[in-house]
Each structure stands twice: as C-alpha cells, then as structure tokens.
C-alpha cells in the first residue's frame, strides 16, 4: 500500500482519479451489441442448417461458445487500449484468476456443496435466501476478493474506472467458469441454446463485477467511511440474487443437451440480461463522471493521513458482512433440505419433508411427493394381515396390485432390517410405467418397501421415484421412516 501512503493531501488520492474514460463505456457497448449479433448468427445458423453435433464435436463446439463473451470483451477493451492505455496483462490476470476463484470455490460451494440446483425454486422464502444469502454472497464474493486481494494495492489501480474494468474481468471470468461447468457437465450443449445460455450469464456477470468494481474504485481513489465497501458488496450481492429470481420466473425454456434439438431458443433470458447491463453500465457510467466532476471541483473528501488503515478497516467489514450473508444462507439451506411438516393420521404420526407436497389418494394414510425436484413420492398405507398368513401375503398382495397397472414389476431385493428397535420388512423393486392413457413414453421406477407388523396389519412405508434420483432422495426417505410412530 505505499503507492497510497505517499499520495498527496490534496482533494484527489491520484491525479489520474478526476480523468473520464469515456472509451471503456464506448467498449462496453460495443461489445455487448457484437454479442448480441453473434448470439443471433448462431441461432440463425442453427435453424437453418440443424448441425448434427455429438460426442468429442459437440463438446469442442460448446467449450469454444462458452470462451467467446470473454474473448470479445477482452479483444475490445485491448482496441480501446491503444487509446486509452491500461496493462491489458493485469485485465487478463483479473479475468484468469477470478476464472479459477470460480472453478475451485465457487461453483463446487454453490452446485456441490449447497446443491442450491435442487432446492432454489421450491418456494418464495427458499429462493430470496438462495439466491441472494447464498448464491449472490458467494458469486459477488468471488468477484470481490480477485480485485482486492489481487489488484488494488498495486499501483496501476489508479483510477475510477479501473474498478470497474477489473471487476468486469473478474466478473467475466466467474462467469467462463460457471459456463465451462456446464458444457463440460453435461457433455455439450445445443448450437442455439447454449449460446444464448453463455452470452446470458455472461452479460449478468460482467455487470456484477462492473457494479462492485465501483464501489472498489471509489474507495481506493479516497476516503469513504467503512460501510462503504459493505454497503457496495450488499448491493451487488442482492442484484445478482435478484437477477437469478427473475430469470428463473421469466425463463421459459431450458438448455438442452440434444444435438439434434432443433426451433429458436428461448430469449428472454438473454433479454433480461442484456437490459442488465445497459441499465448497470450507464448508471455506473453517470456516477464515474459525477466523482470525476466533483474531484475536478475540489468537493470530494482528501485522502485520509494513512489510507491503508481505512482499507483494511472496509475490506474486514466486508468479509463480516459475507459471513454474516453465508451464515443466514446456511440457515436458509438447512432448513430447506432438513425442514420437516409433521402429520397424524389414523394412529400414525411423523414428518415428511417441508417442500413435499400431500398428494394422498384412496387406502393411503398419506403420500407425498417432491413436485418441484426428484419427483419422488412417499407413501404409508396399512393392510389386513389375512388370518393365518404372514408377511409374505401381503408382499404377495403388493406384487399383484403393482403388477396389473405396470410392466415388468420385480422384487430385487428383500431382507431384514431395524428402524427404531422395530424389526421391518425391506424390499426393494423395479417396474415400467406404461404412460396409461397419457400415451407417455414407458419410464423405469425403483422404489423400497418397509413393512412393520403390527397387531392385526401392516404398515407399508414405500419409495418411488425414478433411477437417477433414488439415490439423493434415500436419505430424506429413510429419516421420514425413522419419524414414524403407530
């Protein structure tokens, strides 16, 4: 911090502080309408021509679409450079490490960790605390800590608009990242769609970082009290969480990974985005040039007698003000995967998770299903145990009821097992839903049975939900079991 130390005690911390950069909002611009074409060619190309992509060339292809926003942007502002110039290696660095701030951290702390993708949507409450306490604290985290820790104290950070350049880059490259994880996790991604899907987050990602780059800007070229920095991180961390709100309400369509897929893709995401980051970049804009206007005029506050006290004093307000946003999405995220609704029903009592919603039909205690993720369904139901007849009866009963309204019904697996110091019954099974009447495609459905025995029936507590979504929904199951009392 010595280039602050030895700055003068005059109104400015830098002389080049009051300069306007008219070039970079010019480059903004530009950029965001050369997407904007490029966008539309892609789809235009992918309409017409139906490119039969798969494999190695499908994943090649959505690799590069994931790498053009960044490397448009970076391509104009080096232009723009040569006029106004900025260490185009320092905007690179920003974009490379907050690139890999995101790989490392923040992606696998949002998909991985928090899972946010399975939870977010399930409710109003859900998706303010995601989105904002845990998706925007950590995202506009990322982007936060690759500009303070990486670039602000060195001495080419020496004007307002630098902020913003850096954040942007930062903001850029969290969200290469993000689009990097998803062509490369779902193997490639339609021609139209994925690039409406990169250029979408991009957009809102580079805006993000422009927004907190001013707020780093305005405090590295003077003296602003220690909530500012806070106050900035706030701002961006809910507008991001915001955005994230919209679209998911807006979006109607999705991002398929069919190469075959074919029609123009859903644009009012990329829309949304884009309107983001003219709102943004021009109310970013007109604050620059109003600081740049008062430091011409003398009104700005000089720069404090050791300005790297003050610096250090907001950098540790602001990763108070983050722990603080992770504690309450923690909070947020427990309750939302853990929270429980209890019920009783006909001598049976128990919890099943908050965000299933009740479906029970005829001879069911009460069934539940996860509508707004795996689609699976609980179900507790009670049988008469026939006179002289044992458990075996009443699997036999189950087979034959799921046998007559479904294809290939098998019991794979049966056995012993303990749930609260009662001995149980587990089976477990597969069957083909033929799509009745609905003329849906047949779908494969494993599920598991406990039957306890009780004085004159049985209690049958079963599972079922699809092959790929059995194996994260067990443990919510098995916990709904360990609720039951009768």
Avoid: C
Wanted: aromatic share 10%; hydrophobic share 50%; proline share 3%.
């Amino acid at each position: 911090m010595s280039q602050q130390s030895s700055a003068s005690s005059g109104p400015n911390r830098y002389a080049k502080a009051a300069q306007p950069r008219s070039g970079v909002w010019r480059s903004a611009v530009i950029t965001l309408i050369v997407l904007l074409i490029f966008v539309a060619a892609v789809a235009a190309i992918d309409v017409a021509l139906q490119p039969q992509l798969s494999g190695i060339g499908l994943l090649a292809v959505g690799v590069v679409l994931a790498l053009v926003p960044a490397v448009l942007w970076l391509i104009f502002f080096y232009l723009q450079d040569r006029v106004e110039p900025e260490p185009v290696g320092h905007v690179a660095q920003m974009f490379v490490i907050g690139l890999a701030l995101a790989g490392a951290i923040g992606v696998p702390l949002s998909d991985q960790v928090f899972r946010t993708q399975d939870w977010l949507f399930r409710d109003l409450a859900n998706t303010l605390i995601g989105a904002v306490f845990v998706r925007g604290a950590i995202e506009t985290f990322i982007i936060y800590a690759t500009v303070r820790y990486f670039i602000f104290d060195s001495p080419e950070f020496d004007e307002r608009t630098d902020g913003v350049i850096y954040g942007m880059a930062a903001g850029l490259g969290y969200a290469t990242a993000t689009n990097l994880q998803f062509i490369l996790g779902s193997g490639g991604a339609a021609l139209g769609g994925a690039e409406v899907y990169v250029v979408e987050v991009a957009l809102a990602y580079a805006a993000f970082g422009g927004l907190l780059g001013y707020f780093l800007g305005h405090a590295k070229m003077q003296r602003d009290p220690i909530w500012w920095l806070p106050l900035g991180f706030v701002i961006t961390a809910a507008l991001n969480g915001l955005f994230l709100m919209l679209r998911g309400q807006l979006e109607s369509g999705s991002i398929s990974t069919d190469a075959q897929a074919a029609g123009l893709p859903t644009l009012t995401g990329l829309l949304l985005a884009g309107a983001l980051a003219i709102v943004v970049t021009a109310l970013v804009a007109w604050l620059i040039n109003r600081d740049v206007a008062a430091s011409a005029s003398g009104q700005t506050a000089g720069a404090a007698e050791d300005a790297t006290v003050g610096d250090r004093q907001a950098n540790l307000a602001t990763v108070g003000v983050f722990v603080v946003m992770l504690i309450v999405g923690i909070i947020g995220w427990n309750s939302a995967v853990n929270g429980a609704t209890a019920f009783e029903k006909d001598g049976i009592r128990g919890a099943y998770p908050t965000h299933f919603s009740i479906a029970t039909g005829t001879r069911e205690v009460v069934r539940v299903a996860d509508r707004t993720g795996t689609g699976a369904e609980f179900i507790v139901r009670t049988m008469a145990m026939p006179a002289g007849k044992d458990i075996k009866a009443i699997t036999s009963m189950l087979a034959a009821e799921r046998a007559a309204n479904n294809l290939m019904y098998k019991v794979v697996r049966t056995g012993q097992t303990m749930v609260n110091s009662r001995t149980a019954t587990l089976q477990e099974f597969a069957w083909v839903d033929q799509g009745g009447l609905t003329g849906a495609v047949p779908q494969v459905f494993q599920g598991v049975d406990y039957l306890f025995v009780t004085d004159n029936a049985v209690v049958v507590v079963t599972l079922v939900a699809t092959p790929d979504t059995i194996g994260a929904v067990q443990p919510q199951f098995e916990r709904f079991v360990s609720s039951l009392s009768f």
